[in-house]
């Protein structure tokens, strides 16, 4: 297995391209079962994750051609509306192909999904509304088992859920009448997959109370082209990298509205940040000041930049309190960081930092994606040479990290 090697300290400065949005590609990739025909998805990051879906979308009988950071699917003959264990299993996004299946062909086979190994995210809240729009559903051996023609419904959810809403998103643009998705999930890669189902000739619009309507259409299009939206993700954690490292970086192919709640948390630690249309430049001039974060569904703080937030508290001025209000056991990093010198306390879904002058180099092993993106951040200021192990995670969700850290001024390689 590969491991990233990174000595430190480092000092982050120059500029750095963001990619496209995994959270937003993905959807957008499966959304293309749902009408035979062609379509040009741009801006795609090629991740681990982007691999998997075309993956499986040939498995369905698709055919996906990549063309530098373009993906072209031809959806016509796509005839097996089938997401076996073996690939769902290494990716929740696979999930995604229900909603799309059902809108196709009227029945679905769907593995349960498993990815990242840090807890449960359960799907009956997919089951549910797809029973709602009268899908008749069994689980069976492991597989999620549907059939039925669909027709509007009124959906509420009750935890604003991204993957429900998606995949009813796609369920339903072509169903019987109307849908309503009341407490839906208000992310932008939710806003992105809304433009790419219009533009394939959806009618789907968020009412003045961000509840999405969806009037069922017969006369869907093909030959459709979008761009993915940049990645707040990894804006997030290349913000906080200058942040840690006391650097200087310029971020380009952003979207600050995306990111106005991390904006504000960073400069509320010392950060000075100036924004320009789609680039934003980080400064950081002293020890970052302590400070307390929930996260919170969007436009709160996201819970996948928690881990990455954490480390850059392990270096702050101070005392904080980290809490994930989202996935209440996602904190698997905490020993890794420990191992590094940090100071932390955890109790249930609440963690205590008290910051430290330095962290010391160690071997560290990646647990999840933005587990792995936190250990990579402490390796960067970490006195001598960190080994993160098992960066198979790391790819999943992060394009060429350590080629972009390296072109930042970073002492990182990844050995083989």
């Known amino acids: 297995m590969d491991i990233i090697s990174i000595i430190g300290p480092n000092q982050l400065k120059g500029s750095v391209k963001i990619s496209g949005a995994k959270n937003a590609v993905l959807p957008l990739m499966t959304a293309c079962i749902i009408h035979p025909g062609n379509y040009k998805i741009n801006n795609v990051p090629m991740l681990k994750d982007t691999l998997t879906m075309c993956k499986l979308l040939e498995m369905v009988g698709a055919k996906v051609k990549i063309i530098n950071d373009s993906v072209l699917i031809d959806t016509k003959n796509c005839n097996s509306p089938l997401a076996p264990y073996e690939l769902v299993k290494t990716?929740?996004?696979?999930?995604?192909?229900?909603?799309?299946?059902?809108?196709?062909?009227?029945?679905?086979?769907?593995?349960?999904?498993?990815?990242?190994?840090w807890g449960p995210r359960p799907v009956d809240f997919h089951i549910k509304a797809l029973e709602k729009m009268g899908a008749q559903i069994n689980l069976d051996g492991g597989y999620i088992n549907a059939k039925g023609k669909l027709k509007g419904a009124d959906i509420t959810f009750a935890k604003s859920s991204v993957g429900a809403t998606g995949n009813v998103l796609m369920a339903a643009i072509n169903a019987k009448g109307t849908t309503r998705i009341f407490n839906s999930a208000k992310e932008p890669e939710i806003d992105c997959l809304i433009e790419f189902l219009n533009l394939m000739g959806g009618n789907i619009i968020r009412d003045k109370n961000q509840d999405i309507i969806i009037k069922g259409v017969l006369d869907l299009k093909d030959n459709i082209e979008i761009d993915v939206i940049p990645d707040r993700i990894e804006a997030g954690t290349f913000m906080i990298a200058a942040a840690i490292t006391k650097g200087n970086i310029t971020l380009t192919n952003v979207n600050p509205n995306h990111l106005e709640i991390v904006i504000d948390k960073l400069r509320a630690c010392g950060c000075v940040i100036e924004i320009s249309n789609n680039t934003l430049n980080i400064k950081m001039f002293k020890k970052p000041i302590s400070n307390d974060m929930v996260t919170d569904i969007y436009p709160g703080f996201p819970t996948d930049l928690q881990a990455q937030w954490m480390a850059l508290m392990c270096l702050a001025k101070g005392v904080s309190k980290v809490i994930d209000n989202i996935y209440i056991d996602r904190f698997t990093h905490v020993a890794e960081l420990i191992r590094l010198g940090a100071k932390i306390k955890l109790e249930k879904n609440i963690a205590k930092v008290s910051g430290v002058d330095y962290l010391s180099a160690a071997e560290v092993m990646s647990t999840d994606i933005r587990a792995s993106a936190s250990l990579v951040l402490s390796g960067l200021i970490a006195k001598g040479n960190t080994k993160i192990s098992r960066v198979y995670h790391i790819d999943r969700g992060y394009e060429r990290i350590e080629e972009k850290f390296k072109k930042l001024n970073a002492d990182i390689n990844r050995l083989k």
């Open 91 to 117: 990716m929740r996004a696979s999930f995604y192909v229900l909603g799309p299946f059902m809108a196709r062909f009227g029945e679905a086979q769907v593995s349960l999904p498993g990815g990242c190994a």
